[in-house]
């Protein structure tokens, strides 16, 4: 880190996920906090250490004023706000900070983790406010994001043939304190009477996953005959009480999905998740190895076969919490790199892998 240039930073929202990005901002040698946006009321007018569970003051006081920001300077902003369920705002936000010339990391819009397959109601605004800023944006997470791109790209680095590429997310969602967006939109608690969730209705899975299944034939110049998506619910046959939400019998309690690269009537490339709330839920489904809450795990048949199982753990957090914070480490560690890029949508691929892990260990 000797004479690299200390990073102007802004951090955008202070949810799930931007509070561990704030505190990295914060405790990082290389990284200097210039700004925080907030925009819940009770949040706006803290100091940013406050925001995010540290002791020492930071002097940086949370504002939901853009203009303010920009006004900074910041080189990056860390956008961690919720996006999805608000893509417009989101897109409008960080087109300002671009256009501005201001750097963008983050882990909304998941699209954004496979920009060049984004659609172009997404991609085209973007690239158009990089260029008119001369500016980056970067996108990722752990999933969407590591499971299906960079550990894939260790696993198949292994083999000399593939013969298929499996993706997983097993995990419990019971301990997960986002019943708003995750919770709603996957349905916990709905019944089968119901309409499909949000998360089911038909494309939904293929636009959030499809890119990464895109992404990994496109390295592995496989062409796909289509691609698909399967979803299926488990209901619960007793109440399960846990963070997420309170399940009552016949309501949805876990669900399994995933979206498939199809060659020659085979799956050979699949991105599944498997989501429960306790382990009380779909006991008949795949659990993570070792009696953990959660594994994001890739297999590649192949020669040899390589199963990767990444699994993470904290003195403190959950699991589902320390996701949120590899999840941010996945847009923070890329700061540096991505304000040396040339303008424009950066996608994983773009990163050597060692660039990511500059300023890590202080
Ligand atoms: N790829 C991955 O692995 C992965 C994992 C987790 C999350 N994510 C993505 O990361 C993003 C953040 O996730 P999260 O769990 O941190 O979300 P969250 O905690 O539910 O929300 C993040 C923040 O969004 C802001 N927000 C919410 N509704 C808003 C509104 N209507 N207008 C303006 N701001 C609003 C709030 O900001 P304030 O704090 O300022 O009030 C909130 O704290 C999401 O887009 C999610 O999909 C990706």
Known sequence: MLNEPVRRVVQFATGNVGRHSLRAIIGRPDLELVGVHAAGPDKIGRDAAELCGLAQPTGVIATDDIDALIALKPECVVYTALGETRPAAAVEEMSRFLCAGINVVGTSMVWLVTPRYADDWLRVPLEQACAAGSASLYVNGIDPGYSGDTAVHAALSLVSRAESVTVQEIFDYGSYDDYEYTGTAMGFGSTAADDLPMAFQPGVITSLFGGLVRSVAGHLDTELDEIRERYQPWYAEKRIEC????????????????????????????????????????????????????????????????????????????????????????????????????????????????????????
């Open 243 to 362: 963070t997420m939400t309170t399940v009552e019998p016949g309501q949805l309690a876990a669900v399994r999905f995933a979206v498939e690269g199809v060659r020659a009537g085979v799956p050979v490339i699949t991105v599944e998740h498997v989501n429960r709330l306790t382990t009380a839920a779909a006991p008949e489904w795949e659990f993570p190895p070792d009696g953990r809450s959660g594994v994001h795990k890739v297999v590649v048949e192949g020669e040899p076969r390589v199963e990767l199982s990444t699994q993470l753990s904290h003195p403190v957090l959950d699991v589902t919490d320390a996701g949120c914070l590899s999840t941010a480490a996945r847009a923070v560690n890329a700061i540096d790199w991505v304000c040396r890029a040339p303008a424009g949508l950066v996608s994983i691929e773009d990163i050597p892998p060692v660039a990511m892990i500059r300023g890590l260990m202080w």
